[in-house]
């Protein structure tokens, strides 16, 4: 079994800045970072399992221990030149691309890593306010090898990608750092080169309750959708989407 090791995890990331905690089981990665006392730029979150790991609003998402991606990365640092979830799905896609030229996933608005139309990923981006200051705190799951599946999840074990696990997870961290620096806007295009619902027919929801039928046709500066209906072009701010056939 490929376990998660800190040596192979820390390759070539700034030590200075960084500090990786792994966990064997732990309630939520996310639920940590909220804990965390130290004052590093960037704290990594990882573990093996998660007994109360969740998605957006709530939703639970499953985390056995069966070598899949549950990790969290936190800072304290001014994010305010894009939105964290959909660059962060770039980053995701652009990280799994760079371990296998072969997987090609795509993006769904605003959160989830889907490949053959089957979810197999999802990011979670919460913000905690610590006196003056605010930990924005990223938590990633990726399914890279999931025995129990739901009919709309997917995971990736056909390329067998449990053995890169940690240079996987290595990858993440550090485009997130690099893109987090560089503060570049190339984000938009390669998120909406991503986006498997360009110009198609999908539903809003909020909350689980139908609020609006339309074409997906961008997401503006702030990551809102950009969604053309029966009133003309509307801007959705939050909601999930559902597109027809998939979920």
């Known amino acids: ?33 909220k804990r965390i006392t130290t004052s590093n730029e960037f704290n990594i979150i990882v573990a093996e399992t998660q007994l109360k790991g969740r998605g957006r609003r709530g939703n639970k998402w499953s985390s056995p221990n069966s070598q899949n991606i549950y990790m969290t990365f936190c800072t304290e640092n001014k994010i305010s ?29 605003p959160n989830d890593i889907l490949y053959g139309n089957k979810k197999v990923g999802g990011i979670l981006v919460e913000k905690e306010h610590y006196g003056k200051k605010i930990r924005t705190i990223v938590g990633i799951g990726i399914n890279l090898n999931l025995k129990n599946k739901e009919s709309w999840w997917g995971d990736l074990s056909k390329f067998d990608l449990k053995k890169q696990r940690n240079e996987l997870i290595n990858e993440i961290i550090r485009n997130l750092i690099k893109t987090l620096d560089d503060k570049n806007d190339e984000w938009k295009d390669e998120w909406r080169k991503s986006c498997m619902h360009m110009n198609k027919e999908i539903e809003v929801y909020n909350e689980n309750n139908f609020v609006q039928k339309g074409i997906f046709k961008d997401i503006d500066d702030l990551g809102n959708a950009m969604i053309e209906t029966n009133k003309g072009l509307e801007v959705f701010r939050s909601g999930q989407i559902k597109i027809k056939g998939i979920y």
Request: glycine share 2%; with cysteine.
């Open 1 to 33: 079994m490929n376990k998660l090791n800190l040596k192979d995890i820390s390759q070539n990331l700034p030590k200075n800045r960084v500090n990786i905690d792994i966990f064997q089981e732990i309630d939520s990665t996310n639920d940590e970072a």
């Open 81 to 109: 030149y894009a939105p964290v979830s959909l660059v962060t799905g770039v980053i995701c896609k652009k990280s799994i691309n760079n371990i296998n030229k072969e997987i090609e996933v795509s993006l769904k608005w």
